[in-house]
């Protein structure tokens, strides 16, 4: 089978696999936020941290405990990298350096997963499974918690009231997280992914030399990581070292784990506001901003120019040869779009039209389908400015789903769509323009530029895929990344959390003959437009400077 037909047929078993499970894991997500009874095993989680499930928390309260949770995940994986030596299953590891410690614990909090050492190398066991693999599951879920008190906010009338922040948390693990990681653990074991607590093996290599092969609780972090769109990866190589991604049709399957909760997400939506066509329009522009991006990595990773590219039939430079070139496109799409990070390709040897490709994956605010949780109520931000656009196009007062967008709607709004560009922007502005920056580039020009640009995009937007040639396990670079993560994730969830109050506080304005239908072909042509509008104006002047430069010179 020639490589296109190949690639064709995994994007068509992707497709599908997609679509069988998309509605029952999104009624059943529904179900999660809106079921009024509580599991045993939650009643003890919650007697534990000393909180009311039954109790309704007004938005600010909300608010302070999603943030109380990420500030303690900071606090205690810091710690547990400061102490790695003390602990058991070390494998004799040092203590993580300070702001490699830092970068690390706001990484994993974040949902970023973005990793400046090797883990196999760096990480004992227990960090590992009791550090970066708890913040996998609390990180995803803080996501999923954000989203369901958006919707809410569309749902709810006449209140400050969002839900239990804690309730949605403890939920979004135990009734989702954990039972699905559970099952994609065992597959990736039978698939051949590594799952023991060696240290390592020391092995004979084919030259006859010695080699020592690290072992680990590899399958159980991958599931995870790709499930709660982390991203990162046990080993330095990510899911192209042989240990984390073995064969083809598991580098396939971590592909579908990392779409599976997100694709199913705008399900969730339409149920939860009572309108499953409002859940079809979003998914229906996710599709379609997924579809151009997965096509324009493709042609271009496949028609790169040169004769030896030519010849060998695309670029392979850095791609997971031995699956084939589309596979590694699908790959680097899906974990771009999705702000996972994890990677079966370096992205540093994309071609340089592919690298934009990927950049303006995750300068998109990576809604199609975006991570877990945050793209969705990322891509609902849109779907407000789309509203208020349209508005104004009629001269009729804004409305979406029964709310009317008045100043203070649009001013969060606004203000969501752009704190991540000024964090990208003035990051990459200080770290070009400075000693300590420029130090850790390894190439000068249009692809140095971009590699810098990527990082700050990838911090940013809590994405965690890195452009290999910049030398980021630095000082400066762990704490100005750990700042653009920070900042990246946090801001945003306080602009969501505040909009979705002031979205509870109103009441529901009547369907009329001027109210936009929201359920749409044309609104979901005009949300896409919007989309693609507003990064492409905001991103354009840096991206013209860096990839697009160095792809047509």
Known sequence: MSGAAAGWLQVGLLVVALAVVHKPLGDWTARVFTSPAHWRAEKLVYRAVGVDPGSDQRWPVYLRSVLAVSVVGVLLLYLLQRVQGLLPLDNGMAPVEPSSAWNTAVSFVTNTNWQGYAGESTMGHLVQMAGLAVQNFVSAAVGLAVLAALVRGFVRQGTDRLGNAWVDITRSITRLLLPLAVVATVVMVLGGVVQNLHSGTDVTTLAGGSQFVPGGPVASQEAIKELGTNGGGFFNANSAHPFEGPTAWVSLFQVFLLLVIPFSLPRTFGRMVGDRKQGFAILGVMATLATISLTLMTVFQARAGGAATQLAGGALEGQEVRFGGPLSSLFATATTLTSTGAINTQH??????????????????????????????????????????????????????????????????????????????????????????????????????????????????????????????????????????????????????????????????????????THRPLFAGLLTAVVLVVVGLTYFPVLALGPLAEGLS
Do not use: C, W
């Open 348 to 517: 540093d040897s994309l071609t340089p039209l592919g690298g934009m490709v990927a950049l303006f994956n995750m300068m998109l605010g990576e809604v199609a389908p975006g991570g877990v949780g945050s793209g969705l109520y990322g891509m609902l931000v849109l779907a407000v400015v789309a509203v208020f656009v349209a508005g104004l196009m009629v001269g009729r007062t804004p409305e979406y789903l029964g709310k009317k967008l008045g100043r203070r709607e649009m001013t969060l709004a606004s203000l969501y769509i752009l704190t991540t560009p000024t964090i990208v922007l003035v990051g990459t502005a200080v770290a070009i323009g400075t000693a300590a920056g420029r130090a850790g580039m390894l190439n000068d020009g249009p692809h140095g530029l971009t590699e810098v640009l990527y990082a700050f995009t990838s911090a940013g937007n809590n994405n965690g895929s890195a452009f290999g040639g910049l030398s980021a396990d630095t000082t400066f670079y762990n704490t100005a990344l750990g700042l653009a993560m920070a900042l990246g994730r946090f801001v945003p969830i306080v602009l969501v959390v505040a909009l979705a109050g002031r979205l509870a506080e109103q009441g529901r304005t009547p369907v009329t003959a001027g109210t936009f239908p």
